[in-house]
Nanobody, 121 residues
């Protein structure tokens, strides 16, 4: 089992910045992809950004140039730097990772509990 714990959410004014962090712990063999999803009120959960273990990165179009994802493999930690925040960025942000217990094991997917981000004046 892998546990993901997010931190860094909160209330921020429009135009402000926040940095989310997510630490993976547990019986970790190899984490492949880590990333972030978000779910705004009344909407479905959507992908924000993903980063692989060799630092290949993808973003959803709406956050390109605004958010930056990074990762520290040694610490099993993923970050999301969010700049120029807008009210429409208000959402619960969920950390994600996929993991194998050994080389030939089935890939399993894990989610954190989420951290609330509110962008409001």
């Amino acid at each position: 089992q892998v546990q993901l714990v997010e931190s860094g959410g909160g209330l921020v004014q429009p135009g402000g910045s926040l940095r989310l962090s997510c630490v993976a712990s547990g019986n970790i063999f190899r984490i492949y992809t880590m990333g972030w999803y978000r779910q705004a009120p009344g909407k479905q959960r959507e992908l924000v950004a993903l980063i692989t273990s060799d630092s290949s990165i993808s973003y959803t179009d709406s956050v390109k140039g605004q958010f930056t994802i990074s990762r520290d493999n040694a610490k099993n930690t993923v970050y999301l730097q969010k700049n120029s925040l807008k009210p429409e960025d208000t959402a619960v942000y969920y950390c994600y990772c996929n993991h194998k217990r050994w080389v030939k094991a089935t890939m399993r997917h894990y989610w954190g509990q989420g951290t609330q981000v509110i962008v409001s004046s």
